[in-house]
T-cell receptor, first 112, second 112 residues
Framework: EPEVTQTPSHQVTQMGQEVILRCVPISNHLYFYWYRQILGQKVEFLVS????????KSEIFDDQFSVERPDGSNFTLKIRSTKLEDSAMYFC??????????FGPGTRLTVT | SQQGEEDPQALSIQEGENATMNCSYKTSINNLQWYRQNSGRGLVHLIL?????REKHSGRLRVTLDTSKKSSSLLITASRAADTASYFCATVLTDSWGKLQFGAGTQVVVTP
C-alpha cells in the first residue's frame, strides 16, 4: 500500500541553523501539507501546497519557513534560522481528490 | 479560529467495552474527520463524515455528526488493547484547501 515517507526521522540542530525536512508524498496525490506538533500539544497546520504553489498558510508559517517540490516527487520544508520554539514533530501529509489525508511518520526536530 | 475540541481528554476502559468521545467545533464545515495517533507516531485516518451526513460506520467505528449543535462523536465498539492511542477530530472548513484543524485529542487506554 502506498505511504508517505519522511526523512530524517530525527534531526538535531543548533539554534540559528537551517534545516530541511524531506517528504515523499503518495505519487498520484495532488495536495500536500505540513503540520507540526509540539510535545503535548495539538497538531497545527503550517502550509498547504497545490499546483506548485502555496495555497494556504498559517500564522506560524512566517518568512523563516519555505516549501518546495523540486522534482515532482519530493516535498520539502525548510526552516532558515531555527529557534528553540521550532522544536516539534513535523508531519507531512498528502491527499488526492478526496479530503482524507495520509500522513508520514514525522520528523522529530530538536533545536538546541 | 475554527478548532475541534474533544472530550473527554482521557478515557480508560477495559477490553470489550465501548469507548465514546466527542468533538465540538465552532464554524461551518465541509467535513469532519477522525484520526488516530499511536504514541510518537504519525496520524492515521479513520473516517470522514461530510456536513450533509449524520452517521457513518466503518468496521467497529461509528461516527455521528450534528451540524446544528456543531458536534460529532466517535464510538469504538468492543474495544481491544490495540485501540490504545490518541484520537483526534479534525475539521475542514468550507472554501478551504482541505487543511485540517485538529482538536487536542482524547487519550484512550484499553486494558486487557
Amino acid at each position: 500500500e502506498p505511504e508517505v515517507t519522511q526523512t530524517p526521522s530525527h534531526q538535531v540542530t543548533q539554534m540559528g541553523q537551517e534545516v530541511i525536512l524531506r517528504c515523499v508524498p503518495i505519487s498520484n496525490h495532488l495536495y500536500f501539507y505540513w503540520y507540526r506538533q509540539i510535545l503535548g500539544q495539538k497538531v497545527e497546520f503550517l502550509v498547504s501546497f497545490y499546483n506548485n504553489e502555496i495555497s494556504e498558510k498559517s500564522e506560524i508559517f512566517d518568512d523563516q519557513f519555505s516549501v518546495e517540490r523540486p522534482d515532482g516527487s519530493n516535498f520539502t520544508l525548510k526552516i532558515r534560522s531555527t529557534k528553540l520554539e521550532d522544536s516539534a514533530m513535523y508531519f507531512c501529509a498528502s491527499r488526492g481528490l478526496s479530503y482524507e489525508q495520509y500522513f508520514g511518520p514525522g520528523t522529530r526536530l530538536t533545536v538546541t | 479560529s475554527q478548532q475541534g475540541e474533544e472530550d473527554p481528554q482521557a478515557l480508560s476502559i477495559q477490553e470489550g467495552e465501548n469507548a465514546t468521545m466527542n468533538c465540538s467545533y465552532k464554524t461551518s464545515i465541509n467535513n469532519l474527520q477522525w484520526y488516530r495517533q499511536n504514541s510518537g507516531r504519525g496520524l492515521v485516518h479513520l473516517i470522514l463524515i461530510r456536513s450533509n451526513e449524520r452517521e457513518k460506520h466503518s468496521g467497529r467505528l461509528r461516527v455521528t455528526l450534528d451540524t446544528s449543535k456543531k458536534s460529532s462523536s466517535l464510538l469504538i465498539t468492543a474495544s481491544r488493547a490495540a485501540d490504545t492511542a490518541s484520537y483526534f477530530c479534525a475539521t475542514v472548513l468550507t472554501d478551504s484547501w482541505g487543511k485540517l484543524q485538529f482538536g487536542a485529542g482524547t487519550q484512550v487506554v484499553v486494558t486487557p
